[in-house]
């Protein structure tokens, strides 16, 4: 709370990183569910 001009920038980048890996996580996981054929390599991309 020392400088109130940037108070929750890297708390904000952490988080969304973090959203970001678990949710694409899960994405890939149900990627996977979905086309059991093939080897996801690259993590699918999400629909914005």
């Not at 980048?13 to 996580?25: E, H, P, Q």
């Not at 996981?29 to 914005?48: D, L, Q």
């Given at each position: 709370?020392?400088e ?24 890939s ?20």
């Open positions: 709370m020392t109130p001009k940037k108070p929750i920038n890297p708390i904000r980048r952490a988080w969304r990183m973090f959203r970001s890996a678990i949710t694409g996580r899960f994405v996981r149900a990627y996977a569910k979905e086309h059991p054929a093939e080897t996801v390599s690259e993590r699918p991309k999400r629909k914005p």
